[in-house]
């Protein structure tokens, strides 16, 4: 069984669709985040949710919409697709208190807007 | 506000050979201390981590990370490396103060390339 699982893998679209990423987990926890990922491998949280509700929303582009309908779940949403959305985005989960319990990571879905 | 600085970028060395990745870190307050790694096409998988005691932690893999905190400090280190540690390690701290809304800081990672 895998522990946070997202759909899909690969996304390959054009500028100006409409897209959704699903991220599941099956480990009990409570807190799910949003990572992306740029070509130089470097990290940007986007969102946090504890509880289905929004505990960190970084500077991101309003076109980005998480949705977390129960706590074992975390979509995201993005609008009107531009070429710099192109990135791994890594959904991940952690026990309640956060970090200091370590992240378990999804493998992480590939986007990549033509 | 933290910071985390990771020395390298790029590590090559060979295997069988000792490997040493550094991490060093800027708070003004006690911080939790991360080892990640991330090996190609995959998500970011746990190695060890510092929350508190003794400063010399060991994770999975055979790799152990030491604790310095007069030198802020957090430097990884494996023994005798194998072709299968090539990935993308990456350190990260957070405060312990901050609750639920405790989040990671990254450092930028380092790539470690183990030839034969």
């Known amino acids: 069984d895998t522990a946070v699982s997202q759909t899909p893998k690969y996304l390959v679209t054009q500028m100006g669709n409409d897209k959704s990423i699903k991220c599941e987990q099956n480990?009990?926890?409570?807190?799910m985040y949003w990572y992306k990922q740029d070509s130089k491998k470097f990290l940007k949280i986007m969102f946090s949710?504890?509880?289905?509700?929004?505990?960190i929303n970084e500077t991101v582009p309003n076109r980005f919409s998480p949705k977390s309908p129960d706590k074992a779940h975390l979509n995201l949403h993005i609008n009107s697709l531009e070429l710099g959305d192109s990135a791994v985005y890594f959904c991940?989960?952690?026990?309640?208190?956060?970090?200091?319990?370590?992240?378990?990571f999804g493998s992480g879905t590939r986007l990549t807007v033509v | 506000a933290q910071s985390v600085t990771q020395l390298d970028s790029q590590v090559p060395v060979f295997e069988e050979a000792p490997v040493e990745l550094r991490c060093n870190y800027s708070?003004?307050?006690?911080?939790?201390l991360f080892w990640y790694v991330q090996y190609p096409n995959q998500g970011l998988q746990l190695l060890l981590k510092?929350?508190?005691?003794s400063t010399l932690v060991k994770g999975i893999n055979g790799f152990e990370a030491e604790f310095n905190k007069s030198q802020t400090s957090f430097h990884l280190r494996k023994p005798s490396v194998h072709i299968s540690d090539t990935a993308e390690y990456f350190c990260?701290?957070?405060?312990?103060?901050?609750?639920?809304?405790?989040?990671?800081?990254w450092g930028l990672g380092t790539s470690l390339a183990v030839n034969p």
């Open positions: 990260a701290v957070s405060d312990p103060r901050a609750g639920n809304n405790r989040k990671l800081i």
């Open positions: 708070s003004s307050v006690s911080v939790y």
């Open positions: 510092y929350l508190s005691g």
């Open positions: 480990l009990g926890h409570d807190t």
């Open positions: 949710y504890n509880n289905k509700e929004l505990i």
């Open positions: 991940a989960s952690s026990p309640t208190g956060g970090a200091g319990y370590g992240y378990t």
